[in-house]
């Protein structure tokens, strides 16, 4: 291990439409340092998947390590600085490492040892935020009541995913040493946030881990879909991505599984100006009410990073 290295964040960090770049900005996360220092200087802009993304990948580092101290973070020049870095949490979050707090603002980080207290935690936000909501735009009510049903279904369903799929049981994965294992502690990070944007107010719900990913997940089990895969198909990661979406979709066996991203689906097939966007591994996926499409990225993003939005006012005002 070295001692002290520099990596320049890009100008922009988003995993919507500079992909590549943000993930192969992640990946350089892992270099080995004693300490690495990340150089935000040229940061103009973060979205909200690359927020958490990189939440969650510094703070599993920090954690792994057992050193909060093992990233320096260079913000200050950064156009974004006070509206972004201090003003979201972010900054405190980043430097937060094992004594990250679930008080955050816009961050949690959860794992088997929290699993209910913490999902129970963020269902209860969600109703206080549509509580909050319909009092704002109270015309807006019923709506407003169904997609917050619809998404404490889909929050519940993609967690059981993380439990019961992200982290397989493997030889040596759930090896611990008395230390934090991401592996064996299945742990995720999730983000539940407002945002006010030139193009309008959109409420945004994530979650990643660190898993395997669906591609991989899913191929493991590609002997019991054989009805559903072809061989060229398993060489394709957007294929699977496809099938992880339809109902009853599973990799247990009975009925009632396979229903957590297709609830998904059935949220943006039935709001106006919802949309969701998952990325695994290099597999991608981005659903709006009339257009699901899948592709495959050039560069692999670690895990399974699944968010869903719904557009609340077309102005930056409610």
Request: aromatic share 12%; charged share 20%.
């Amino acid at each position: 291990m070295t001692g002290f290295l520099t990596i320049r964040a890009p100008s922009l960090l988003c995993l919507y439409v500079n992909a590549a770049e943000t993930a192969s900005f992640f990946r350089q996360l892992y270099t080995p340092a004693d300490v690495l220092t990340i150089d935000f200087s040229d940061t103009e802009n973060i979205t909200a998947a690359a927020a958490l993304a990189l939440f969650a990948h510094v703070n599993m580092i920090q954690r792994s390590k057992e050193n909060n101290g093992c990233f320096n973070f260079l913000c200050k020049k950064s156009p974004i600085y006070r509206k972004f870095f201090i003003k979201t949490g972010l900054l405190s979050a980043l430097k937060a490492g094992n004594n990250f707090a679930n008080d955050s603002r816009l961050f949690r980080f959860g794992c088997s040892d929290n699993y209910i207290g913490l999902r129970r935690e963020i269902l209860d936000k969600m109703t206080e935020k549509e509580r909050r909501l319909i009092k704002i735009i109270p015309e807006r009510a019923e709506m407003l009541q169904n997609f917050f049903s619809y998404s404490r279904t889909a929050f519940n369903e993609i967690l059981l995913n993380v439990k019961n799929h992200a982290y397989p049981t493997s030889p040596g994965s759930n090896d611990r040493n008395g230390s934090f294992n991401h592996y064996a502690d299945k742990a995720w990070w999730q983000m539940f946030w407002l945002v006010q944007s030139p193009n309008g107010i959109f409420l945004n719900v994530l979650v990643y881990d660190l898993g395997v990913g669906i591609p991989s997940s899913l191929s493991r089990h590609t002997e019991g879909y054989s009805n559903l895969f072809s061989v060229d198909q398993i060489k394709d990661e957007s294929h699977f991505m496809d099938d992880a979406l339809k109902e009853g979709v599973s990799r247990f066996r009975g009925g009632g599984r396979g229903n957590g991203l297709h609830k998904l689906v059935e949220i943006v097939s039935r709001f106006d100006g919802s949309a969701f966007f998952i990325y695994s591994g290099k597999g991608l996926i981005r659903g709006g009410k009339d257009d699901i499409s899948s592709s495959v990225a050039t560069t692999s993003l670690n895990g399974t990073l699944v968010e869903w939005t719904l557009r609340l006012s077309d102005t930056q005002e409610i």
